[in-house]
């Protein structure tokens, strides 16, 4: 006789609170960007609380479909809503490879979609006196200003992100083409591209560095309220309040590091159109970015002065 073989069983449709650590645990796990994995963690555990705020009969598309009014009654943005969402599917297919779920709830589940999203935020970004009037206002002598204003030149002329600005050591800071550049950064999903770095923007950080004595490692280390440099980096966190203090302190309230690093793309793109799609060298890019921040470059000189 043949054997009868066992269908598996996907009776179960509710899910419970260690069943969801446990999803929750395998979408993390199979995500291999850090930066993913941060915003991942946030939005299930904003679902998850969500779901065990009051009790559900089934983790399935009706559930989701009212967390995603639950959202947008928050007045989220329609990319924060789609983003929270991807990661509630995420959860439910993991759910339904480890036999925890239904996969015609799954299925379900991924079926939901998102909020259409109507136009384009064009965000914001500095005008050149702006940028002018934050970096005249943090030029000091002290190890705390000159620190600010090497990082918010790196900001505003290079365009890092906050991850790869903290992470930035000196050796990364070489002489390519006869101009200093950023040489293989490793940026945002593994890409890597070399960044050039204008004459005023090196000024910056050697003044930083000497009077930090900083021969090796990070470049931005913490300061502390004696003016001492300890510890062997900051985090993203510290650049973050140094860019909103500096901001607010010349009256500009609302402006984030990214906020800067869309100034820096916006002043270079204008440039580029005028030189040429084909400047792909490093010193076209510097030249490119020189003459865009050149108003950035004068400022800065007259304060030091």
């Not at 598996?8 to 899910?15: G, H, S």
């Not at 480890?98 to 991924?110: K, M």
């Not at 002018?132 to 000159?146: E, F, V, Y």
């Not at 865009?292 to 800065?300: N, Y």
Request: overall charge positive.
């Amino acid at each position: 006789m043949r054997k009868c073989r066992a269908k598996a069983n996907y009776r179960r449709v509710v899910m419970r609170l260690p069943d969801l650590d446990h999803c929750k645990s395998a979408v993390l796990n199979s995500l291999s960007s850090v930066a993913s994995r941060r915003v991942y963690q946030y939005a299930i555990e904003q679902f998850i609380c969500w779901y065990c705020s009051e009790p559900r009969l089934a983790f399935n598309r009706i559930v989701v479909t009212r967390y995603r009014s639950h959202l947008e009654s928050r007045g989220l943005a329609a990319n924060t809503v789609n983003q929270q969402l991807a990661a509630v599917r995420r959860l439910a297919h993991e759910a339904a490879d480890s036999g925890l779920l239904s996969p015609e709830l799954a299925a379900g589940i991924g079926r939901v979609k998102g909020v259409k999203q109507l136009g384009f935020r064009s965000g914001n970004w500095l005008t050149a006196d702006e940028c002018s009037k934050i970096l005249k206002h943090t030029n000091g002598d002290t190890l705390s200003a000159k620190r600010h204003h090497a990082m918010l030149a790196m900001l505003m002329g290079c365009g890092l992100r906050r991850s790869e600005l903290v992470a930035l050591e000196l050796v990364d800071i070489q002489m390519r083409q006869g101009h200093w550049a950023i040489v293989d950064l490793v940026g945002k999903g593994g890409h890597i591209r070399t960044v050039p770095i204008p004459s005023w923007v090196k000024k910056a950080i050697d003044e930083w560095t000497l009077s930090a004595g900083i021969t090796e490692g990070r470049i931005f280390r913490a300061v502390g309220r004696t003016g001492k440099v300890w510890g062997s980096g900051i985090s993203e966190n510290v650049v973050w309040y140094v860019v909103k203090d500096c901001c607010e302190s010349t009256g500009l309230d609302h402006i984030a590091p990214h906020d800067l690093r869309r100034t820096c793309a916006k002043a270079v793109s204008q440039q580029r159109r005028g030189a040429g799609a084909n400047s792909v060298s490093i010193r076209a890019c510097i030249c490119a970015d020189d003459r865009a921040l050149s108003r950035l470059q004068a400022e800065p000189a007259k304060a030091g002065e």
